[in-house]
């Protein structure tokens, strides 16, 4: 008796539990767009193959990479040309792998490195208003004699951030398989995963064309799934996610207003956030208003799933 009891009142407690939600009840999804994991392509040291055999297929399937440059040696000076017209791409997004790749002594050494490289980049994109956020990765095989706290400055006084520890073929994965798993893994956890890349075809540190071309297959596959974004923009989003708070200012069946702030520096952080909001039952679409940006959100189940920008006005949901 108690047995055939206790999985109805489950039934009766879930259907409480999902009438209770009010109207107006926000969420800051975990990734853009509602996906389920996010994924990084990163590729170091402006590897003369990487113009040869990466940008073309990525402006091809339209999936974003992160290439950290090294604009002050002579590989750089060589292929200078080919660098400026990829970084017109929108799926090409430059960021700093230090001016000459050599390292540093001290931390006096930093700066330069830093700097030097920023001035370059930035001249790829006059129309954007600076400074903004660039990824950095630290180049490896090289000395690096600095502290965490004084790199942390470092980084800061340079408006960049600082990606994961590296982790690519045919270093940390020695075959195609295993270099694809990390799709999988991703996925499994929703979490994000990401692969750095050097030479792909050629150069050094090699990874061969067939795996690189695989990986794209298998991102593409996934990509209902997965978030494909560059290094700056899953920083912005997960530091914007993780401080976010969204309050409702006002909610009746007419409309809907919410404030969403956060805890990071709008001038820097302005990665549109995705939110999900429980909408009155008799709403079958609603615009989305914040600001001078107007648009339409489906609604599915009761919820509305839509971006809006952490600080800026107030999110006006109407029918």
């Not at 020695?174 to 792909?200: I, N, W």
């Not at 990509?223 to 920083?235: G, Y």
């Amino acid at each position: 008796m108690i047995r055939c009891f206790l999985p109805i009142l489950a039934l009766l407690l879930a259907s409480s539990i999902a009438a209770s939600a009010a109207d107006g009840e926000t969420q800051v999804l975990k990734w853009k767009d509602g996906k389920k994991a996010c994924f990084l392509l990163g590729f170091d040291d402006s590897a003369p193959s990487q113009l040869k055999n990466v940008v073309p297929e990525l402006e091809k399937r339209k999936i974003v990479g992160t290439f950290y440059l090294v604009t002050g040696n002579g590989v750089w000076a060589g292929t200078k040309a080919k660098w400026e017209e990829a970084a017109k791409s929108p799926y090409i997004v430059v960021a700093n792998h230090t001016f000459t790749h050599k390292g540093v002594e001290n931390a006096e050494g930093v700066e330069p490195e830093l700097a030097k490289c920023n001035e370059v980049l930035y001249a790829l994109h006059p129309e954007r208003k600076q400074p903004y956020l660039m990824a950095w990765g630290k180049p490896g095989g090289v000395p690096w004699i600095v502290s965490k706290d004084e790199m942390k400055a470092a980084l800061e006084r340079n408006h960049l951030i600082e990606r994961p520890p590296f982790a690519g073929p045919p270093i940390n994965y020695k075959t195609q398989e295993a270099t694809l798993a990390v799709v999988d893994q991703a996925l499994a956890k929703g979490e994000m995963g990401y692969l750095v890349f050097h030479g792909v075809g050629g150069d050094w540190l090699v990874t061969p064309v067939e795996w690189f071309t695989a990986l794209l297959d298998k991102l593409e596959q996934h990509r209902d799934e997965l978030w494909i974004t560059d290094c700056a923009s899953w920083k912005k989003y997960t530091s914007e996610r993780d401080t976010a708070e969204v309050k409702v200012v006002e909610s009746n069946k007419n409309h809907i207003r919410l404030s969403l702030t956060d805890k990071m520096d709008p001038a820097l952080y302005d990665e549109p956030l995705t939110l999900s909001t429980k909408v009155p039952g008799n709403w079958k679409s609603c615009s989305v208003t914040q600001g001078q940006t107007k648009t339409t959100a489906a609604i599915h189940d009761g919820v509305a799933q839509y971006a809006a920008v952490p600080g800026a006005s107030d999110i006006v949901l109407q029918p």
